[in-house]
Every structure is written in C-alpha cells, then in structure tokens.
C-alpha cells in the first residue's frame, strides 16, 4: 500500500472539513460536459389517462396544482426534466379555478389540449387555446379559471431547478382564490401581435417579454406565410423563435421558445449544444437520436434532450408535415458565457 494511502494527514483533513484537490481534480474539471439527465421520452397517451385519473379524484383544494412532472431518470432528487429546467403536464376541469399563487421562478405553458379557460396574469386574463403559448415571468400573479366543458391540458415548462440551485426561490399565495381582472381580455398580446410595430407610449419594462399569450393562429399564419419557400435549419427545419418584442431576445431571461416545422422526410442534421432542451411534438411522428439512442415519437409526447449530446430530427411521413415545440436554457447559459454550439464533425 502506498504512503499516499496510509497517510494520516488525508483523515485530518476530512476532520477539518477539507480535502486535497488532486483526488478530485479529474471529476471537477471535465474535458467536456457531462449531464445527469438523459435522453429519455414521456408517451403523452400513456400519461393522459393518469391525468384524467387524478382530475377526478383529487381536488384542485387538495393538489394546489395537479400536475404530472416529467421526471428525468437521472434526476429525480431534487426533480428536473433536464439540468435547470422542469416540465410537467398540467389538468384543470370545467367550472375549476386554481389558487392565485407567485413565484421567483419563470415559466409558462403550451397548451395541448381543450378551449375555454384562461390564465389571469397580473390581472390582465389570457385566454388558452391549444398551441398556444403563455407566458408568466418571475413574480407575476397567476391563477386559472376553466369555463368550458372538457378538461384542459397544457405542459408546464418553469426554472425553478435553477433558481433553487442559486438558493434564491420565493413562493407566495394569493390574499383571494382568484385575482380581479384590472386590463381587458389579452390586451398585452392584442397590443403586440403586429411583429414590429409596438405600442410606443409603453416602456420597455424587466427582462421577460410583455405579450401574455403567443396564439397558435399566428404561428400557423407564420409558417403558412413561409410555405416552402425557404430552405431553413439544416438541422431544425423551419424554426421560429418566440421573441420579446423589446429586445428581440428570448421570451424569458432564462428560457428560450422555439417551434419547428419538418416537412415530410426531414432527415435532420445532428447538433449539439451545451444548452439542455426539452421537445413537445404538437404534431406529427417521426423519432429523435440522442447519442446512440432512438426515440420515436407522436403527437403530444415529450422529449429530453440532454446538454452536449448529438441530436437530430426525422419526420418518417411521406405527405405530413412534424411540428416540435421546444424549450432551452440556452439565455442562461449564454448570459453566463457557457454557451458552445457545434455540428459534430465539423471543427468547434
């Protein structure tokens, strides 16, 4: 055995509450990044029947919130779909209203299924309607009312694994169930659907995007607009960002939206990013590599896609296009200067 082994200055140091570097040197400076989570996908007709399961059996008084997370295999304490991000699918009933709660972490939902409901934002409601996107920065008062006559499901997609990380997450209740409507009707999205004409008498204010809801209907008119006429990603197809309409940046500090459409037989080429992304097929099938694995895919499942790990999307239709909503951290990473995008094989 070697003196390094046996020798009693290791345990002092464990006793002082410190340790020698050079044991650990080769697991604290990687050669390249290494995440926890991994490639995995959540088959959204397996999940559904659950959801409906526990709408009917749990009170929106007894869950606060019921929302199934998707819980990554390779991180499930503390809970994260991938490093800093979590999504869950979210269920609400008719007639059903949710506490007004905030929080310090960012989020917002895509809406995958049912019509009639609305989220009140700050006071100004927001109505939901599938494919839809909405928004609810940090702090911002949020609660939901359903008036329609089937569930409603949307994925929830929020920070909070990276705000807890940084130790800097608050949580507050609403003093009433529901907050008062002070705005009209989805004003903050009438206001600032016209692209780059914005309301010039309103300042520019914090770092999340003002719009409440981006509608599906405009992202349909986008991607109609651009038909086939250009070529778009290599690797994504043609791919929208969601924007701040201040600073054309991304929606919320920390998280960026996107949206794709993969004409029949894409055959994508493989990125990676340091950024770690999670994929919702609105719809369309077709699969997923990342790395070495194979995910195959239908409408409303959802994919995790790992930071640094090669990627590529296919859409196996001969005649439809595959429509993928994804979120990343990729503001985050690139706020802090970690942010490495490369086409593996080509010189990063």
């Not at 949710?98 to 009639?116: D, L, P, V, Y």
């Not at 927001?126 to 949307?154: F, K, Q, S």
């Not at 809801?213 to 969601?242: C, H, K």
Request: glycine share 8%; charged share 20%.
């Amino acid at each position: 055995m070697s003196a390094a082994k046996t020798d009693p200055a290791y345990d002092a140091l464990a006793g002082l509450d410190s340790a020698p570097l050079w044991r650990y040197f080769g697991d604290l400076f990687l050669r390249e990044p290494r995440s926890a989570a991994r490639p995995h996908r959540w088959e959204y007709a397996a999940l559904r029947p659950l959801a409906l399961h526990f709408a009917d059996t749990l009170s929106l008084e007894e869950a606060e919130r019921r929302v199934l997370m998707l819980i990554n295999p390779g991180m499930q304490d503390p809970p994260a779909t991938v490093n800093s991000l979590f999504a869950g699918l979210q269920i609400i009933l008719p007639g059903e209203t949710a506490q007004a709660h905030r929080h310090t972490a960012n989020a917002f939902r895509f809406i995958i299924e049912g019509e009639s409901a609305y989220t009140t934002v700050n006071g100004e409601r927001v109505h939901m309607n599938p494919g839809d996107l909405l928004m609810t920065p940090g702090m911002h008062w949020h609660d939901h009312y359903h008036e329609g006559d089937r569930p409603m499901i949307w994925l929830d997609g929020l920070d909070f694994p990276l705000t807890n990380s940084f130790e800097a997450g608050f949580f507050e209740l609403f003093g009433d169930r529901s907050q008062k409507s002070l705005v009209p009707d989805d004003l903050s999205s009438r206001q600032f659907i016209h692209g780059r004409l914005n309301p010039a008498w309103l300042p520019a204010a914090g770092p999340a995007s003002p719009v409440g809801n981006y509608p599906w209907q405009e992202t349909a008119r986008a991607f109609a607009a651009i038909a086939d006429d250009a070529e778009g990603s290599e690797s994504e197809g043609i791919v929208l960002e969601y924007t701040n309409p201040w600073t054309g940046g991304p929606v919320l500090p920390t998280i960026d939206c996107k949206i794709s459409r993969l004409r029949p037989r894409f055959h994508g080429r493989a990125r990676r990013t340091t950024a770690s992304t999670i994929v919702h097929v609105v719809h369309g099938e077709g699969y997923m590599e990342i790395g070495d694995e194979r995910f195959d895919f239908a409408p409303k499942d959802v994919i995790a896609v790992p930071g640094w790990q090669p990627h590529r999307f296919v859409n196996t239709s001969a005649g439809e296009d595959a429509v993928l909503f994804a979120c990343s951290n990729r503001p985050a990473l690139q706020a802090l200067g970690l942010l490495r995008e490369d086409l593996p094989g080509s010189d990063a």
